[in-house]
Structure formats: structure tokens, C-alpha cells
């Protein structure tokens, strides 16, 4: 992943790389759902469910069990 990002050096450290990353694929994925939202009135599951999926896999894999646990709640939070 870091290696979309042109240069990881002294000004860019490697934790702001994946960060960076991680926020322009989310900001690729909400782009494409305000599209779809605002052209055909509605989010299609199957791009909700796959971002759902990278959500849980990426908070879990930065902040471990205790991360699943909280996207886990925010995914409850969203069914409501």
C-alpha cells in the first residue's frame, strides 16, 4: 500500500503513508457512493457490504481486538 505514495522519508513517516492510503481509499469509496446516491437514489449493498468488510479488516488490524469490537459497534449502530 505505501507504495502509491511517491516518497516516505523524514517528512512523510511511514504511519502517515498508510494512513494516507488507507483515507484515499475511503474517500474513493464514499465518492462513489454519493454518486450513486445522488444519480440513481440509493447505495447499492454491493458496495456497502465489501466497505463494510475492509472497515472491520483495517480497525482490526490497526488497533487489534479492541478495534474489531468498536467496528463491530458501529456496523450494529448502522443496522439500527
Known amino acids: 500500500l505505501t507504495l502509491l505514495f511517491l516518497k516516505v522519508g523524514s517528512f512523510f513517516p511511514k ?15 464514499i465518492g462513489i457512493a454519493v454518486y450513486t446516491d445522488l444519480k440513481y437514489r ?16 483495517l480497525n482490526s488490524l490497526a488497533s487489534g481486538w479492541s478495534g474489531l469490537l468498536v467496528s463491530l459497534g458501529g ?6
Do not use: H, M, S
Not at 42 to 57: D, E, F, S, T
Not at 75 to 80: A, D, K, Q
Open 15 to 29: 504511519e502517515l503513508a498508510k494512513l494516507t492510503v488507507a483515507d484515499g481509499l475511503l474517500g474513493l469509496l
Open 42 to 57: 440509493r447505495i447499492p449493498n454491493a458496495l456497502l457490504l465489501p466497505c463494510a468488510g475492509i472497515g472491520l479488516l
Open 75 to 80: 456496523c450494529g449502530l448502522g443496522l439500527l
